[in-house]
């Protein structure tokens, strides 16, 4: 008995698991004889066979398998029928004929069931059908399936006989719309806009919805057209779209006299109950809005909660901004309201600098701290270098340190004007630290080596902090130039200076035997965090002359500094590194250890390899999958360079 007769011959028994074994078998054969043994096994109760023989018909496909399952729509039992239009859905294409055939079968929920089916075809043969029942079926739920398979389908070659269908009722109505979103042919835009006639309130605000989700431009005209004769909701949905479809930039195009039409209608949107429109007007008020506009939205902002509303929030910003300055951004700068006060000055960054500046100068010694601050540190970004004198005024007057950082930060980085340096020297004796910070910083920012006379006077103050930021200061404005004090730096009894020092030379690749000179007798600082500002200065330059060094600190008492010296060697990547690090595996901890397997990975080469996979025999489980990790990422390096 052959192998196929076997199985038809078990297949017409009742033994559940043999029918289920002979049913997979069919399948992988796709033995086209089984299907109606299959067919009759898939109304089983048993869920294995089920499985085994819906598996089985979805391989062997074909005509002989649709035909044999589309019987089984009539079925009484849902679950069955749920299970054979699944296999249809997969296989119908097989014959499209017979599922044809079923849109003209009498019962409408074979219709239904056929136009479903036809809609996962992802054929285009299946569209002269399904439109033939859209628009002919007497059945109402035959036409909604037939549009929603169309919409599924998304052929172009759909579009014309659903544009006729908006002509059928509500329900029917709904499926297409959602469909001709999905296919997005330029000859429905008029078909919907049409339909706005006849329509209910509910698909006329569906139309509108799609026809800006479409983004055809063709249907700006006629929305703008249809605008003035809607009732107000259906206005705002239509304001949304136009917005939706032209965005923010293109707004700008539209004749002047549609502009103040839309525009009228933008600002009544502000008040409509539905937040998607009210965000919609405020991108075409950015475009197209002036003061009056300025004004509706401070009020819609003003409505908002800044923490559940964040977002909309920074929208409404971003529309003031966008508006620009007008009398109703100066009018709201003298309110005695913090809060609108604070939102103009956001929205400045985006106004025209020249209008926006002298109105923030003007109003800002008369207002409260919260505001000063925000007016400070939006002038320290948008002004210009005509305003240095307001800024020069602000270190002379300002007692906020907020305020002091922000002319600090504009004198010092943007604006750099003569003279300005000795200036800001004197604020490196504020009370605040952040203060002085921002006054080092911008003292660095002038790029003024003639600063470092100054330093240097502070370099022998008494006060550390004094001697640090000097110590940092001239690190960074000239280190040939400053190498006498930043050699006594290295020596300083405050460690924080001993730091500053190294990190000075850090920047001063590749290390010259006289700095090299300076720096290694602090590799036994008594001070780890020294001793680490001096790996990480070997490790930022790795170069020939600092192998031994780093290979020193290997030994160091210290974990990190021992982990700092391995990374580098890692990064040097050279071969002679690979047995120094081997040595310090047995007692090293698991943080030490990590490091070493990482750096030999790295590294690579015969050596490391066979180190590595003795360390995938290490007793901790972390140890060995890092172990293993870096063999598979040697693997990879060595196929790459093959």
């Known amino acids: 008995m052959s192998e196929e007769q076997h199985i038809l011959e078990v297949l017409q028994s009742d033994d559940a698991e043999q029918v289920r074994e002979a049913a997979y078998s069919a399948g992988e054969l796709r033995l086209e004889a089984a299907v109606p043994h299959l067919v009759r096994h898939l109304q ?43 296999i249809l859905r997969d296989i119908g294409r097989d014959e499209f004929d017979a599922l044809k055939q079923l849109l003209h079968d009498e019962d409408p929920d074979i219709r239904i069931f056929a136009s479903d089916i036809l809609g996962t075809s992802g054929s285009i043969l299946a569209v002269p059908a399904l439109c033939e029942a859209l628009l002919r079926d007497p059945e109402v739920n035959v036409r909604y399936q037939a549009a929603v398979s169309l919409g599924t389908l998304a052929f172009p070659e759909a579009a014309d ?17 959602e ?18 006639d006849t329509t209910s309130d509910l698909v006329a605000s569906m139309i509108v919805d799609a026809l800006g989700e479409m983004g055809n431009l063709k249907a700006v005209p006629l929305l703008l057209k249809r605008i003035e004769k809607s009732p107000t909701p259906l206005r705002n949905k239509i304001v949304r779209a136009i917005v939706s479809i032209l965005g923010k930039k293109s707004l700008s195009l539209l004749g002047e006299r549609e502009q103040q039409r839309l525009g009228a209608y933008l600002l009544a949107a502000l008040d409509d109950e539905d937040e998607e429109v009210q965000d919609a007007a405020m991108v075409g008020l950015a475009s197209l809005g ?17 923490d559940r509303d964040h977002e909309r929030l920074e929208a409404a910003i971003r529309c003031i901004g966008g508006i620009g300055f007008n009398e109703a951004v100066e009018e709201a700068l003298s309110d005695e309201n913090e809060s609108t006060i604070l939102m103009v000055v956001e929205a400045a960054a985006d106004m025209n600098p020249a209008e926006i500046v002298p109105a923030l100068k003007r109003i800002f010694w008369d207002k409260g701290r919260d505001a000063q601050r925000a007016i400070a540190t939006q002038l320290a970004r948008i002004a210009s270098l005509e305003d240095v004198d307001f800024f020069l005024d602000l270190l002379e007057r300002a007692e906020d340190a907020h305020v002091i950082k922000a002319a600090l930060h504009f004198l010092g980085h ?32 002038l790029q003024d080596v003639s600063l470092c006379a100054s330093f240097r006077e502070r370099f022998h103050s008494g006060d550390p902090l004094q001697r640090m930021m000097a110590t940092y200061a001239m690190g960074r404005l000239d280190v040939d130039g400053n190498l006498d004090v930043l050699r006594e730096a290295l020596v300083d009894d405050v460690p924080d200076v001993r730091k500053v020092a190294l990190e000075a030379l850090a920047g001063t690749c590749p290390i010259t035997p006289e700095h090299l000179e300076l720096v290694v007798p602090l590799m036994h600082d008594p001070v780890r965090e020294v001793r680490l500002a001096l790996v990480d200065l070997f490790g930022a330059c790795p170069e020939e002359s600092v192998i031994g060094h780093l290979l020193e600190a290997l030994d160091d008492e210290d974990d990190w500094v021992r982990v700092r010296a391995i990374e580098a060697l890692g990064r040097l990547g050279r071969k002679e590194c690979v047995t120094p690090l081997i040595e310090r595996v047995d007692g090293a901890g698991n943080l030490v250890l990590l490091k070493i397997i990482e750096a030999l990975g790295s590294i690579g080469g015969n050596m490391a390899f066979r180190a590595l996979l003795a360390l995938m025999e290490h007793e901790d489980p972390e140890i060995q999958q890092a172990a293993e990790d870096a063999v598979a990422r040697l693997g990879e390096q060595d196929s790459e360079g093959e």
């Open 290 to 306: 002036q003061a009056e506009a300025t004004v509706a939205v401070l009020r819609l902002a003003a409505r908002l909660d800044p």
């Open 179 to 196: 469909a001709l979103i999905k296919i997005r042919a330029e000859s429905s835009v008029n078909a919907l806009v049409k339909a706005l």
């Open 44 to 86: 089983s109760q048993n869920i294995g066979v089920q499985e085994a023989v819906d598996n089985a018909l979805r391989k062997i496909g074909g005509a002989a398998a649709v035909a044999g399952v589309i019987p089984l729509l009539r079925s009484d039992d849902a679950p069955i029928r749920n299970i054979s239009m699944d």
């Open 161 to 177: 006989c659903l544009n006729k269908a908006m002509q059928d009722e509500e329900w029917v109505q709904f499926s297409v719309i």
């Open 414 to 445: 943007r604006a750099r004007p003569a003279g300005v340096g000795e200036r800001m020297l004197a604020l490196l004796d504020h009370p605040y630290d952040d203060v002085k910070e921002a006054a080092l910083e911008a003292c660095i920012a």
